[in-house]
């Protein structure tokens, strides 16, 4: 793959994780490292709460002056699985946690930390080399900091294809959130609506 379409790649996934956000993908990571190495962990976790939720049920239906064996054998039993699940929470927590600052560093590095290392890579070469007289004295600006003259650089072109990016971001989010806004303000036969008359006059 050319230099080129290297830089808008890395663009563009660092801008696609920014759009669905970190904290989701993170959810969507951990639910499937969960499925795949803590199965077990999660299944003990959810038969642990459905049997503690029976149990306090039974508790609160037994009478502690009238059977108070059944009553103390359902204490013990509530108290035992309530920090037995504690525990098992606690654990799944560090977990998670630990999880989470494993997969922040590895999308910086996908994302941020590669389109430094490219940059750097390749500072003093061209991305592309622009036709003489197209910028006039601003050429020098789109080689900055250290690619050949009459050139774009790394920095330039990443700097140009994020901006292109957000511009097309926000072009789909406004034709999504609201698709009619054109037809609205012309009416069928081409003339102004009436909101927009109002407003001329």
Same mark, same amino acid.
């Given at each position: 793959m050319s230099l080129i379409l290297t830089i808008f790649a890395l663009v563009l996934f660092a801008e696609l994780i920014s759009w669905i956000g970190h904290s989701v993908l993170l959810d969507l990571a951990w639910g499937l490292c969960c499925r795949i190495l803590y199965s077990a962990s999660i299944t003990r976790q959810r038969k642990l709460k459905t049997e503690l939720l029976t149990t306090k049920k039974e508790l609160l239906q037994t009478s502690a002056q009238d059977q108070f064996a059944k009553w103390a054998k359902l204490r013990r039993s509530v108290d035992k699985r309530l920090a037995e699940l504690e525990k098992l929470n606690s654990e799944l927590a560090l977990q998670k946690t630990a999880f989470s600052v494993?997969?922040? $560093?590895?999308?910086?590095?996908? !994302? !941020?930390?590669? &389109?430094?290392?490219? /940059? =750097?890579?390749?500072?003093?070469? #061209?991305?592309?080399?622009?036709?003489?007289? =197209?910028? /006039?004295?601003?050429? =020098?600006?789109? #080689?900055?900091?250290? #690619?050949?003259?009459? $050139?774009? $650089?790394? /920095?330039?072109? &990443?700097?140009?294809c994020r901006r292109v990016i957000k511009v097309g971001e926000r072009t789909v989010k406004a034709f999504i959130m609201d698709p009619g806004a054109t037809e609205e303000r012309v009416g069928s036969d081409g003339s102004p609506t009436t909101s927009d008359t109002a407003k001329a006059s």
């Open positions: 494993k997969f922040n $560093s590895l999308v910086w590095i996908l !994302t !941020t930390g590669l &389109q430094f290392v490219i /940059g =750097w890579w390749y500072r003093r070469s #061209a991305v592309f080399y622009l036709p003489p007289g =197209w910028f /006039g004295p601003l050429t =020098w600006w789109l #080689a900055l900091p250290f #690619a050949p003259k009459g $050139s774009v $650089s790394v /920095g330039v072109w &990443q700097l140009a």
